[in-house]
């Protein structure tokens, strides 16, 4: 399977219709990638991709991606450093655990929604937006090989 076919075309279009909502309350920018494998540290695959995704190039470095290995069942949300910054220790977990619980039912799609949807709580207490606020980055799920 191609990880563009992970998700259904109605799925992809909720999971979009999700990263547009959570942006409207921050100024955070929050991306989606499925990949089909990842070699190595889940980790370090989803900071190669944010890196090679241009993600850490936002005026605030406020850029979250939520990074899925669908052959591997893993998956990583990682943050830029303005986020970092001001974030405690262990910000993303409560967010992993809401996805977690979605996907071992097999809803992968809910999973993403529900973790966007989170993503975009949290964002809002450090970076809210603002009247001038600008879409940095492209609201669409990226996909590998």
Same mark, same amino acid.
């Given at each position: 399977m191609k990880a563009s076919e992970f998700l259904s075309k109605e799925q992809q279009s909720a999971v979009l219709a999700a990263i547009?909502?959570?942006?409207?309350e921050t100024s955070g920018e929050i991306r989606v990638h499925l $990949?089909?494998?990842?070699?190595g540290d889940i980790l370090d695959c989803a900071a190669d991709t944010f890196?090679?995704? &241009?993600?850490?190039?936002?005026?605030?470095?406020?850029?979250v991606l939520i990074f899925i290995a669908i052959g591997n069942r893993q998956f990583a949300i990682i943050g /830029?450093? %303005?986020i970092n910054s001001k974030v405690p220790q262990g910000f993303w977990n409560s967010t992993?655990? +809401?996805?977690? $619980?979605? *996907?071992?039912? &097999? /809803? *992968?799609? %809910? &999973?993403?929604?529900?973790? +966007? /949807?989170?993503?975009? $709580?949290?964002l809002k207490k450090y970076f809210p937006c603002s009247k001038d606020d600008v879409n940095e980055l492209k609201n669409d799920i990226s996909y590998g090989k």
């Open positions: 547009e909502r959570a942006e409207k $990949e089909v494998n990842c070699s890196a090679r995704l &241009g993600m850490h190039k936002t005026k605030e470095r406020n850029g /830029d450093a %303005g992993q655990s +809401i996805m977690a $619980e979605y *996907f071992k039912k &097999g /809803d *992968f799609a %809910g &999973g993403i929604i529900r973790g +966007i /949807d989170s993503a975009g $709580e949290h």
